[in-house]
Structure formats: structure tokens, C-alpha cells
């Protein structure tokens, strides 16, 4: 005979989180890959800055075994006065968590509803599978743009999303907002300021998989997604708003952060800070680029982001010492 519900203990939300924790990572353990990023949003001439960044490493239940992190620039130059005027900044970060919540759910929803979830996770044939979720997430995104209390308009809320992978990148963007990669000193522009996808020469000599926006996309909305598979070559990606690429070319943008990585040699400019082995250097990477283009003209709200895929200071560090048993080997 059962018992009575009535002496049941309810299961608190800490505890469910725990047990789907538990069911997630059954599927496998976390890759263990280096990764270091940086995220700014810097104010400009407008009243009120309404750009925003998120990172969040793992950022859905199921990824802590699939290694898959959100990164994301909000670029708000397009929300409107009112929207501006009555929440700021405070607005521009709740639609970024917006859109990373909105996208864990449906990364969510589609693998626990495939009869092999890690399946969409293996390789770069679900370039498909990929648009879809991205698109899904941004339909629901703008969807509660247009319900927030301060009228905010949905189109107008544009953001470039990048899920980095062990095995490749996945970008979903809508609007003016640029991904680009370095792979070895090798430009691949993984985005452009139009509604339609150009890939570069690099890119394509890649093998890098895109997916256009069907006609169809909601309420008007256009999501270029694009799948990339990583290399050992990759260095790093830079996620800039429009206000950063109106000032500061793709190319001029890697060579800086290559430069400064010790990729290659130059001098400090006055507003560069000396790099030492700090896990803060990504983000002060990703202020001087800002800075680059406030220096090259800008006035409005810039934003950036960096993702770093080698441990560049590391390799430093090894390059010095093995100088170092080199030079003290000749003075023998």
C-alpha cells in the first residue's frame, strides 16, 4: 500500500538542481582546455550607456561535461531614448542575461528531448541543429524585449553571441556587432555589419560551415549563425559592438591584441598598460581596444570582448627560460 502524499518532504529547488546536475554528468567529464577572456562595456558620449557584456563559462545544466561557454555583446545604441533615459545600464545587463537565459533553455530543451543529446555536440554536420537553437533563442529574446516595462524595442536590441566548444565555435549575430578570429595571424571574420553572411578568404579555405536566416525569421528578425571548427592554430576572438568596427578595422584590431600577447614586437603607446602574468590582462586587452576607438573618433558606448585560447604568458615564460639556459650554456 502507498503512503499518504500528505507526509511527503517537498523537494527543494537547491536539491532538484542537484539531481539534474547528477544526470548531466553522467554524460561524460568536462574537457580540460584553456580559456581566458575579458569583457568591457565602456561609456561614451551618450547620456546613459546601454551596451552591455556577459560571459558565462558552462553556461547551461548540461555543459559542465560538454565544455560549452556564452559569450555575448549587447550593443543598445538602438533602444531607444525612453528605454535609454529610464533604466540604463541596468536595462542593457538584464537583456543580456536575458538572451544567455533564453539560450541555455533551448540548448536545454533540444538535447533532453533528442534520443542522443551529445550526438549535436560532436561535430560541425549540426551547423543546422545550431541555427535553429540560436534562432529559437533570439526569437524568444526579442519576444520578451518587447513585453519589458519600459517598451523596449524589440529589433533594436542587437547582440553577437559566441558559444565557444571543445571541437569548434558556434556565432549568432543580429545586427551592426563583428566576431573575428585570429588563427595564427590569419584574419577569419566570422560576421559582417549586413543581413547577410560574407565569410573571408581565410575563412573559407577553413572549412568554416554557415547556415543563412530563412526569409521566414520572426517578427522580422535576421540571425546570421555561423559554425566554425577550431584549430590548433585559433589564438583568440574579439566580439565587438558596431562603435568599436566604425573606428577600428578587423585586421588592426588582431595585430594590436597579437602584438600585445608577445605575438610579435612593438612599442607602447601612453595609454597601454605593461602586460605582466595576471589573469586581469584580457580585460585590459579588451579596454585598449576600446580605447583604440575613442582615440580614433568614437563618441558613442563601445563594448568588447576577448577570448583568449592559448596561454600566451606561459609560452613567455618558457621562451625566456629556454634564452636563459642558452645564453648561461655560451658563457660556459
Known amino acids: 500500500m502507498s503512503g499518504s502524499s500528505d507526509n511527503a518532504v517537498p523537494i527543494t529547488e537547491e ?12 554524460w561524460g567529464t568536462p574537457p580540460r582546455l584553456y580559456l581566458s577572456y575579458g569583457m ?45 533615459a529610464a533604466s540604463g545600464e541596468e536595462e542593457s545587463e538584464r537583456l543580456v542575461a536575458l538572451l544567455r537565459d533564453a539560450l541555455a533553455t533551448q540548448v536545454y530543451l533540444k538535447l533532453m528531448c533528442s534520443d542522443s543529446p551529445r550526438l549535436f555536440l560532436d561535430g560541425m554536420s549540426y551547423n543546422g541543429w545550431w541555427a535553429t537553437t540560436l534562432r529559437e533563442a533570439f526569437r524568444v529574446f526579442h519576444e520578451a524585449c518587447s513585453q519589458g516595462e519600459h517598451g523596449v524595442d524589440a529589433p ?3 547582440a553577437i553571441v559566441a558559444l565557444v566548444h571543445e ?11 563583428k566576431a573575428v578570429l585570429s588563427r595564427d595571424g590569419e584574419l577569419v571574420e566570422l560576421s559582417s555589419d549586413s543581413q547577410s553572411l560574407h565569410m573571408s578568404k581565410q575563412a573559407t579555405d577553413a572549412s568554416v560551415s554557415s547556415a543563412p536566416a530563412p526569409a521566414s525569421a520572426a517578427a522580422g528578425v535576421v540571425v546570421d549563425v555561423v559554425v566554425v571548427e577550431r584549430e590548433a ?38 595609454w597601454e598598460t605593461h602586460i605582466t602574468d595576471t589573469d586581469d ?35 613567455r615564460h618558457t621562451q625566456a627560460a629556454t634564452a636563459s639556459k642558452a645564453a648561461s650554456a655560451l658563457a660556459l
Request: aromatic share 6%; charged share 20%.
Open 233 to 270: 592554430r585559433d589564438e583568440f576572438l574579439i566580439l565587438g559592438s558596431a562603435a568599436l568596427w566604425d573606428k577600428v578595422a578587423p585586421a588592426a584590431a588582431c595585430a594590436h591584441v597579437r602584438q600585445r600577447l608577445g605575438r610579435t614586437s612593438r612599442i607602447i603607446m601612453p
Open 15 to 26: 536539491e532538484m538542481m542537484a539531481a539534474m546536475m547528477q544526470e548531466a554528468l553522467a
Open 167 to 177: 571541437k569548434y565555435l558556434v556565432i549568432g549575430n543580429h545586427g551592426a556587432s
Open 156 to 158: 533594436a536590441a542587437t
Open 40 to 84: 568591457v562595456a565602456m561609456k561614451g558620449m551618450p547620456p546613459v550607456l546601454t551596451d552591455a557584456v556577459e560571459a558565462a563559462p558552462s553556461f547551461t545544466l548540461l555543459t559542465p561535461p560538454v565544455g560549452l561557454d556564452f559569450f555575448a555583446v549587447l550593443d543598445g545604441r538602438g533602444l531607444g531614448a525612453a528605454a535609454a
Open 281 to 315: 590582462m584580457p580585460m585590459l586587452l579588451a579596454k585598449e581596444l576600446a580605447k583604440k576607438a575613442v582615440h580614433a573618433g568614437s563618441r558613442d558606448n563601445i563594448s568588447v570582448g576577448i577570448v583568449i585560447f592559448r596561454d600566451f604568458w606561459a609560452i
